[in-house]
């Protein structure tokens, strides 16, 4: 049995929120007329990044794709060779596609990334009206080519060996050349 509170005051007081909202600042966005940043850390897009001399970090090793709750990562690796290479390791990503269909932007995969080649971007508008375009490409995914980066193949321009490439050697002893001359 309800109390007297109950029936007569309760509703009172629920209608009373209804009426001090009716009086607020009306909050809808004016998107897509008006887009907002998002917040700095946002996952939004991937993208494969790349080292400074335009080679690119991905290394083939579908850790991402295994780390992928929603099976959303589909990576084939091959080998670099002498003549035709992609990134400075042994491997690299031949190919690599994102299904956005079915991607819940969780972040487990860049989490799982040994190289720091997979990161997401602040990018958000990924919706299409064709299932097919929703499945991007590793063309659609790399980062672009910044000044200074050639792009691959092509020889590995910031050190001799892989160990040298990777503690930037070769870029510290043309600093200090510079510096002495
Ligand atoms: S963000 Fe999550 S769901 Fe999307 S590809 Fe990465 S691991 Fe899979
Ligand atoms: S993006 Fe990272 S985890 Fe995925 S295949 Fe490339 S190197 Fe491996």
């Not at 990503?93 to 990334?113: K, S, T």
């Not at 063309?139 to 990777?166: F, I, T, V």
Request: glycine share 8%; with cysteine.
């Amino acid at each position: 049995m309800a109390t007297l509170k109950e029936q007569l005051w309760d509703p009172i007081a629920g209608f009373g929120v209804t009426f001090r909202t009716m009086f607020r600042k009306v909050v809808t966005e004016q998107y897509p007329f008006e887009k907002v940043p998002t917040a700095p850390r946002f996952h939004g897009r991937h993208q494969l990044n790349r080292w400074p001399d335009g080679l690119e970090k991905c290394v083939g090793c579908e850790l991402c794709a295994w780390a992928c709750p929603a099976d959303a990562i589909y990576v084939e690796g091959d080998s670099n060779t002498d003549d035709e290479r992609y990134s400075p390791g042994e491997r690299y990503g031949r190919v690599y596609q994102i299904n956005y269909l079915r991607c819940i932007l969780c972040g487990l995969c860049i989490e799982a990334c040994p190289t720091r080649a997979l990161t997401m971007t602040n990018e958000y508008e990924l919706a299409d009206n064709s299932r097919a375009s929703l499945i991007y490409e590793k063309s659609d995914l790399l980062a672009p080519l910044l000044p200074g980066m050639e792009q691959p193949p092509h020889p590995m321009r910031l050190g001799d060996d892989e160990g040298d490439y990777y503690r930037g050697n070769l870029r510290a002893r043309a600093d200090d050349e510079a510096g002495e001359a």
